[in-house]
């Protein structure tokens, strides 16, 4: 079978989405604490994970404008840490684990951006990855800013689109690879002839001048996507490396995975380069009895009201109050219609305006059979419980059903014990079955190995993280992502020698 990537899935905040932080293994004490971060990051890096990827969104569930009392009190998705300003933290207690920050494309500035991005990529020595989102918590999120121009859920990612465009012509077309010249004698820092004008006047944005960050290892971050309506899967094919899913079932999941590689096709991409990356939620013990046991632990933590609260401010739509013997009704969202699908029973496809809930026929759910279902799962994806034996086959059969490339394990109580168990009972016996690679999950030994060598010649020894999930040597954007268009026709060389006969 193809190797699996391996990540996982966090926030920083005190209860990674639903209210986890009152049980004993919770982190309220401890998320806000970079050397917590630092230890899970070492954690993952001796494992063999190829990145840790930090979910974020300087929003948290409001409605009508208000904050319900839970988000406080229960810790829904606040407070929060900005995780991008910890990489550099992240970076130099590790060598080889990827990070992936999310950072939003509504309102953020795309030169400020593409800057962070860059100099982060410096930072990491090419271990620096993006998620690109068209913003979660969004009417949350316009007040704080101050926006009040009307967007609707695709017009956003058509903003989304121009941004990206904007900070892939700064990347891969702002320098020539041998601007960067540092020659005292001749007294050239940087070469002039060789810097590229971004010039770009989209609908929504625009951008004109130089970019001020030189050529990093991988220029462009590895980019990564996650919203998954119709108009979320056709940005993904345009744009992204890595397609990060919630999956439910395998079927489901395997016709998403199909269409998305189908698209990227269509938008002159090999199916190859989209990676379908998906959450998963690992409860694993000794016995299924145990795991079972932990299961359920976890479950009686959500209160369906907590549900509803973030089910609001996912979605914009307000389930409290509603007689949970109610049919479901409302089919579309403007702010997230991933999750609004999910939980109608429908494909998880749609995108908003388009209408969709129980799909084919299906029964339609009351709303309060969303609501628990929703009280379960959250913004999870699968969820996979037992045995080490029954989770390791269970996560297989998946990879192997759907043609996924990997897993993002997503906390469970909350601190770091749960990745432990997953290394310790899990991962031994996804190596032995071949479904990760054997040098990526080497463990202690092939990590202390590495790192020696890692110190003495970081750049040449550390696979960046594009060459980590894809294939050693493409460290940077391949030539048929659209990308590679800002790339600057190469300058005629003015030496003698280096003139073509
Ligand atoms: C798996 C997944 C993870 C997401 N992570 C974030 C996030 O960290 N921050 C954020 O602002 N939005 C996040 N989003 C929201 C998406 O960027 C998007 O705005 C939202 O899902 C609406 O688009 P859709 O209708 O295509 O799903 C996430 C969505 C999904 C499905």
């Known amino acids: 079978m193809k190797k699996l990537s391996l990540g996982v899935f966090d926030m920083m905040n005190p209860s990674n989405g639903m209210p986890t932080w009152r049980h004993p293994n919770g982190r309220a004490d401890r998320y806000s604490d970079v050397g917590y971060w630092i230890g899970v990051a070492q ?36 407070p929060g840490f900005d995780p991008m300003l910890m990489i550099a933290a992240l970076a130099q207690a590790t060598t080889r684990i990827g990070f992936v920050v999310t950072s939003p494309t509504t309102v953020e500035k795309p030169y400020a951006s593409a800057r962070r991005y860059a100099t982060l990529d410096h930072y990491t020595n090419g271990r620096i990855g993006w998620n690109i989102v068209t913003g979660s918590s969004q009417a949350t999120v316009d007040k704080l800013f101050g926006v009040t121009d009307e967007t609707t859920h695709d017009s956003r990612y058509d903003i989304g689109d121009e941004f990206v465009d904007i900070s892939l012509a700064l990347w891969e077309g702002g320098w020539h690879d041998d601007a960067w010249v540092m020659d005292a004698a001749r007294g050239m820092l940087v070469d002039p002839a060789k810097l590229h004008r971004t010039e770009y006047e989209g609908r929504y944005l625009s951008a004109s001048g130089y970019f001020a960050v030189p050529p990093s290892r991988q220029r462009s971050p590895v980019l990564f996507q996650a919203g998954t309506s119709a108009r979320g899967r056709a940005f993904a094919a345009r744009n992204a490396e890595v397609v990060l899913i919630q999956g439910q079932t395998v079927e489901k999941a395997a016709a998403h995975v199909a269409e998305i590689r189908a698209v990227a096709v269509g938008h002159g991409r090999a199916s190859g380069d989209i990676k379908v990356i998906s959450g998963v939620t690992v409860t694993v013990a000794a016995t299924s009895e145990e795991a079972w046991a ?17 089910y609001a401010g996912f979605t914009g739509v307000d389930y409290r109050g509603v007689d949970p013997a109610t049919p479901l009704v409302v089919g579309t969202s403007d702010q997230g219609q991933t999750l609004v699908d999910r939980f109608a029973g429908g494909s998880g496809g749609g995108g908003a305006g388009a209408g969709s809930g129980a799909a084919g026929g299906a029964r339609v759910p009351t709303v309060g059979e969303v609501l ?71 463990g202690a030994a092939a990590a202390a190995a590495a790192a020696e060598t890692a110190a003495t010649s970081p750049a040449a020894t550390s696979p960046t ?37």
């Open 43 to 78: 954690l993952l890096e001796t494992a063999g994970f190829d990145f840790l990827f930090f979910a974020d969104t300087y929003g948290y569930p409001t409605i009508d404008g208000e904050l319900p009392s839970q988000v406080a009190t229960a810790g829904i998705q606040f």
């Open 465 to 501: 993280l594009r060459e980590r999930l894809f294939e050693p040597g493409r460290a940077r954007l391949p030539a048929t992502h659209p990308g590679a268009r800002f790339r600057p026709a190469p300058i005629a060389s003015a030496t003698p020698e280096e003139t073509p006969a």
């Open 294 to 310: 932990k299961r359920r632990e976890l479950e009686a933590l959500y209160e369906v009201d907590d549900a509803a609260v973030i």
């Open 372 to 442: 628990e279902s929703f009280r379960m799962k959250a913004n999870r994806g699968f969820q996979v419980t037992g045995s080490p034996a029954e989770v390791a086959d269970e996560l297989i059969a998946i990879a192997e059903g759907s043609d996924i490339d990997g897993f993002m394990l997503e906390p469970t109580f909350g601190d770091e014990q749960a990745y432990v168990e997953f290394i310790e009972l899990v991962l031994p016996l996804l190596v032995a079955r071949g479904a990760v690679g054997a040098a990526a999950t080497g």
